[in-house]
């Protein structure tokens, strides 16, 4: 017995010695975890600072405060375990007994530099344990006596290692030295660094060079570092602008790493502390974000802010040298570009550069245009791409490329990732969940599959996750729009699965609407797309289209883009930079007459233009703002109607207003109850986009209140940067901050003011719409407070039409015909407005499940 209650006891004291070291180990991990809190709180102080709720300031607060006593009370824990201690009788046969155990256990000598060993090596597992890339700073520090320091002496290095400061940032600097090494191996292994020297020769010699390079050659990456090698920042900078700012971000952010990385072979050159980092040395400049300096030397712009530079220096004497990339994309803006900046390289035929680079075979045609220019081949680093094509057609798409992922991750090796081509964020989604739920039916059956979606409208931090290497055992696939064709590179793909559609903006200047239509994509497109699986290793592609489609219904190009939308911000900018005659402006492809002068007839209208099509006060204020010319215009009536704040919500929130609201498949009743709270009587989408704000605003920007919601708070507080932008842009166009919230009349009569173009009635039939101009059929797009049958009004204003299986107005907002006639009398006749009086009862009924082509 006396044993047994022995054993029992020894059992009870080693479970409380257990209990014991669990507890110090967890307070070290609390203690630790709270430290992190700490830091990331500083650094979300330093970021937003005034922007910050005073709820998430009072939680920062109290955070900080625990921190500050935990640390004073472990600084008072171990004084008391560094003073003196009398032990009792008791505790000094547990010593005598503890020091004879450790003898008979070990008698092996450890000399003290093996103490110091073992000691940095728990240190070493400790940090571990650290998030990489945040600086740790340690309570305390040893302190020795020179005196006692023992000092070694070697044939080789020195021996570093006995100084733990020293030996962290050795181990810092080792690290950066292999990452650059890496980045520079990788510089070194693609297609164009083989080039070099050709490139820069043929810049030097030639005021226009066309820089022909397949997709992943590494033209957009290195042609911009190999001219800032050669000396072309001497004199100026280099601009590189790119269709997409989702392509400038990223590679802004690659560029900016090389550079770093290759800092160190620059002997001799000094920079300011920091000149490294993204916004340093290298740059980026988009809409309503500017990431540059006075010591920036290569910036990335997208097409649209280079155009307004132009508006404010047309000779763009900041810069050296300008590098068109992606020109094959054939945008309005790249377009516009290249015309200006041909005439502007014969203003500046000695310190101007000009580089058109582009990615398909019609390089002949830039080279025509800019005067018999010489075009410089880079061969891409390609495999062969085995095409699947359906044999018969596909009648959902969507569908089918959802069944091809599961079939191609099922039945091949995991060989490498999946790339699939959709044509917008609303298929991506709806696909990405789809995959979602059929991996968690499939469980443990299948491998891993990780879904990374990639479009414009896309938070940049989930951007970047398409670029994180995919795990052991694992395969990715990736929903990506047409901005994964060209703009950006993604590696590890071995299979594309492409739909063989896109979406495009398309305008007609009879109707004077543009529509965002789903159209076949070309022949040309499509080869860029089956080439992503060929780019490190043998691919396939599948289209889910026919072989008879592709040779017989897809056109050879793209149609250039000028060719098929509204013109009209376009003209406002020739004339600001007083082209007058943009009849007969030279562009590549000349845009159609009608589409012109329907642009200059809506510039008119908005009283832009005068009588004799110069550009009035009000013209040269629009052009201000970068945003669309009609938003522009209801701002400036706002300021008539003192509601300038609610005006500018507005605008910001119609730019978002597509990724703003949450509607999970799981979730839709509660979503679809949580939006209707913000719905205002008679207010229409555009006051439901106010409220939203204020609500938010007056919640301090809590990300609670958004996720109760079922709001995007990234969206959120991407219009809220909007917002502040545009207003701080008010005192350049003379419009004084006021604000009425109280007052939806003036808020809705500025708007028409601005829209007043886009402007339909209810037609007999109770149902659908007519424009009031052009007796255009339209329908309340379902996503619409006012898709309701009893909500929607008798006349309305939309913000845009969008063509899916029918045209649908987005935006909606009811309005009054008298404010019609008050905002454009020169555009409406009188009779019009008294038709829409006068026009008879609508039949019983109206409003009926079904209508709406749902």
């Known amino acids: 017995m006396p044993p047994k209650r022995e054993a029992t006891e020894d059992?009870?004291?080693?479970?409380?010695?257990?209990?014991?070291?669990?507890?110090?180990?967890?307070?070290?991990?609390?203690?630790?975890?709270?430290?992190?809190?700490?830091?990331?709180d500083n650094e979300e102080i330093a970021k937003y600072g005034s922007n910050l709720s005073k709820r998430e300031l009072h939680e920062m607060e109290r955070r900080r405060q625990t921190l500050q006593l935990a640390l004073q009370r472990a600084k008072i824990d171990d004084s008391v375990n560094t003073g003196f201690f009398i032990p009792d009788e008791a505790n000094l046969n547990e010593s005598k007994l503890e020091v004879l155990n450790k003898k008979n256990k070990s008698d092996v000598y450890k000399s003290e530099v093996q103490l110091w060993e073992e000691e940095q090596t728990a240190k070493a597992r400790a940090a571990q344990t650290q998030r990489p890339g945040r600086e740790r700073e340690d309570d305390y520090e040893f302190v020795f006596d020179e005196q006692q320091q023992i000092k070694w002496t070697s044939d080789g290095k020195d021996l570093n290692f006995m100084d733990p400061d020293k030996q962290q940032l050795q181990a810092q600097l080792d690290e950066a030295e292999r990452k650059a090494k890496?980045?520079?191996?990788?510089?070194?292994?693609?297609?164009?660094?083989q080039h070099r020297d050709t490139i820069i020769n043929a810049v030097k010699e030639h005021r226009i060079l066309v820089l022909m390079g397949e997709t992943g050659s590494g033209k957009s990456t290195q042609t911009p570092q190999y001219l800032r090698d050669s000396g072309y920042c001497k004199t100026?900078?280099?601009?590189?602008?790119?269709?997409?700012?989702?392509?400038?971000?990223?590679?802004?952010?690659?560029?900016?790493?090389?550079?770093?990385?290759?800092?160190?072979?620059?002997?001799?050159?000094k920079y300011k502390p920091g000149a490294h980092r993204l916004g340093g040395i290298v740059g980026y400049n988009i809409r309503f974000d500017n990431k540059s300096g006075p010591d920036t030397e290569i910036i990335f712009e997208t097409e649209g802010m280079l155009l307004?530079?132009?508006?404010?220096?047309?000779?763009?004497?900041?810069?050296?040298?300008?590098?068109?990339?992606?020109?094959?994309?054939?945008?309005?803006?790249?377009?516009?570009?290249?015309a200006l900046l041909k005439d502007l390289s014969r203003a500046r035929p000695d310190d101007f550069r000009l580089v058109i680079s582009s990615a398909t075979?019609?390089?002949?045609?830039?080279?025509?245009?800019?005067?018999?220019?010489?075009?410089?081949?880079v061969a891409g680093r390609t495999f062969e791409v085995e095409r699947f094509y359906l044999p018969s057609p596909e009648a959902n798409y969507l569908s089918a490329t959802v069944t091809t992922i599961f079939t191609i991750h099922l039945a091949a090796p995991l060989d490498g990732d999946i790339l699939c081509f959709l044509t917008g964020s609303d298929e991506i989604l709806a696909a990405m969940e789809n995959i979602q739920e059929t991996s968690r039916k499939l469980g443990s059956r299948m491998k891993e599959l990780i879904v990374r979606p990639l479009y414009s409208q896309l938070d940049p931090d989930e951007q970047a996750l398409v670029f994180v290497p995919t795990p052991k055992g694992a395969r990715k696939v990736i929903l990506a729009t047409n901005i994964a064709e060209t703009s950006l590179t993604v590696d590890g793909v071995s299979y594309v699965i492409d739909c063989g559609y896109t979406k495009e903006n398309q305008y007609n200047a009879t109707t004077d609407m543009s529509q965002l239509v789903v159209v076949p994509c070309s022949r040309a497109s499509v080869n860029q797309r089956a080439g992503r699986a060929g780019r490190q290793r043998k691919g396939s592609?599948?289209?889910?289209?026919t072989k008879f489609s592709y040779f017989n219904e897809m056109e050879e190009e793209t149609v250039p883009e000028i060719m098929r939308v509204d013109l009209t911000p376009l003209c406002l900018l020739l004339k600001s930079l007083q082209i007058n005659d943009v009849l007969n402006f030279g562009f590549m492809d000349p845009p159609p007459p009608a589409t012109l002068a329907k642009a200059l007839e809506n510039l008119y209208a908005l009283g832009a233009l005068n009588d004799t099509g110069a550009l009035t006060s009000v013209g040269r204020k629009l052009i201000e703002m970068p945003i669309d010319a009609k938003l522009a215009r209801a701002i400036l009536a706002a300021d008539e109607f003192k509601v300038v704040d609610e005006v500018l919500v507005i605008a910001a929130m119609l730019s978002?207003?597509?990724?703003?609201?949450l509607r999970p498949k799981d979730k839709k009743v509660h979503a679809d109850a949580a939006r209707n709270r913000f719905v205002q009587e008679s207010g229409g989408d555009h006051m439901l986009l106010l409220s939203v704000f204020n609500a938010w605003r007056d919640a301090e920007y809590d990300p609670i209140f958004a996720k109760e919601n079922f709001l995007q708070q990234r969206t959120l507080n991407r219009c809220r940067d909007v917002y502040e932008q545009l207003g701080a842009l008010c005192d350049r166009i003379e419009v004084q901050r006021s604000s009425n919230p109280g007052d939806h009349v003036g808020i809705k009569k500025a708007l028409v003011a601005g829209y007043f173009q886009n402007a339909a009635r209810m037609a007999r039939d109770g149902q659908s719409y007519r424009t009031i101009k052009t007796g255009q059929t339209v329908a309340i797009h379902p996503s619409s407070c006012l898709h309701e049958p009893t909500r929607r009004p008798k006349l309305m204003l939309f913000h845009e039409l969008v063509l899916t299986s029918r045209e649908f107005a987005r935006n909606c907002m009811p309005i009054e015909s008298e404010w019609l006639m008050s905002a454009a009398p020169h555009y409406y006749k009188k009779e019009d407005i008294e038709k829409m009086s006068t026009d008879k009862k609508m039949p019983k009924g109206k409003g009926k499940v079904g209508v709406d082509g749902r």
């Open 11 to 40: 059992l009870a004291s080693l479970r409380l010695k257990s209990r014991y070291s669990y507890l110090e180990k967890r307070e070290q991990l609390k203690l630790a975890e709270l430290q992190r809190d700490v830091e990331e």
């Open 182 to 193: 890496t980045i520079q191996e990788t510089r070194a292994s693609l297609p164009v660094a």
């Open 236 to 269: 100026g900078k280099i601009v590189v602008s790119q269709p997409r700012r989702v392509a400038c971000l990223n590679l802004a952010a690659r560029v900016s790493e090389e550079v770093a990385s290759s800092s160190n072979s620059e002997a001799g050159k």
């Open 308 to 338: 307004r530079e132009i508006l404010a220096d047309p000779l763009l004497s900041e810069y050296s040298c300008v590098i068109l990339d992606e020109a094959h994309e054939r945008t309005t803006d790249g377009d516009t570009l290249m």
């Open 361 to 377: 075979l019609n390089a002949q045609k830039f080279s025509a245009y800019f005067d018999d220019a010489p075009i410089l081949a």
């Open 541 to 545: 592609a599948f289209h889910l289209f």
């Open 656 to 661: 978002e207003s597509a990724t703003l609201f």
